[in-house]
T-cell receptor, first 114, second 108 residues
Framework: DTEVTQTPKHLVMGMTNKKSLKCEQH?????MYWYKQKAKKPPELMFV???????INESVPSRFSPECPNSSLLNLHLHALQPEDSALYLC?????????????FGDGTRLSIL | EDKVVQSPLSLVVHEGDTVTLNCSYE??????LLWYKQEKKAPTFLFML????IEKKSGRLSSILDKKELFSILNITATQTGDSAVYLC????????FGQGTRLTINP
């Protein structure tokens, strides 16, 4: 088990559904990240939050909407997803973006779009 | 565009062998190079390297960075079946750019 907790572990949803992925860390980290990982590919960065503010959006389609309610929580709201959005969604956190500190990953949510 | 290339992409060895995994990179603003091990779920952090020529070591794993030649290696000695995983190299700080990974299989 990692110190970054993601729920749910698995999610199956239809293209018209609205769902949310959740990520929580209690390490006092001030930077949090969402990555998307397709099978047999490396993780690809989607969003970065620093001190609860969106710092980077890697041109992610608007059907993915991140939210950082506080320094410990990061959500990813999903709406009108496409089958190609099926992937492992990984959350990560680090102490801060201005320092050379490693990112620590959660176990991910495996998302399937029907 | 920042680029990270790992080799080999796949490696199969016998338990007890020593392996060397390679990572080369081309980035505009180098901050750090990280190695992760990914089995079925979360990439697990192994090492972060920022300075050239300084070896990081943890048990049977070690890694070194060459900032002049723009590469890093990850060594695993006396391999065990539990070392079977995908090993990912990433460069960056806030934004990590990952290589394709090396899929390592250790046969008993």
């Amino acid at each position: 088990d990692t110190e970054v907790t993601q729920t749910p572990k698995h999610l199956v949803m239809g293209m018209t559904n609205k769902k949310s992925l959740k990520c929580e860390q209690h390490m006092g980290h001030r930077a949090m990240y969402w990555y998307k990982q397709k099978a047999k590919k490396p993780p690809e960065l989607m969003f970065v939050y620093s001190y609860e503010k969106l710092s980077i959006n890697e041109s992610v389609p608007s059907r993915f909407s991140p939210e950082c309610p506080n320094s410990s929580l990061l959500n990813l709201h999903l709406h009108a997803l496409q089958p190609e959005d099926s992937a492992l969604y990984l959350c990560a956190s680090s102490q801060g973006i201005g320092r050379n500190q490693p990112q620590h990953f959660g176990d991910g949510t495996r998302l399937s779009i029907l | 565009e920042d680029k990270v290339v790992q080799s080999p992409l796949s490696l199969v060895v016998h338990e007890g062998d020593t392996v060397t995994l390679n990572c080369s990179y081309e980035v505009t603003n180098f901050r750090s190079l990280l190695w992760y091990k990914q089995e079925k779920k979360a990439p697990t952090f192994l090492f972060m390297l920022t300075s050239s020529g300084i070896e990081k070591k943890s048990g049977r794993l070690s890694s070194i960075l060459d900032k002049k030649e723009l590469f890093s290696i990850l060594n695993i000695t006396a391999t065990q079946t539990g070392d079977s995983a995908v090993y990912l190299c990433a460069v960056g700080a806030q934004k990590l750019v990952f290589g394709q990974g090396t899929r390592l299989t250790i046969n008993p």
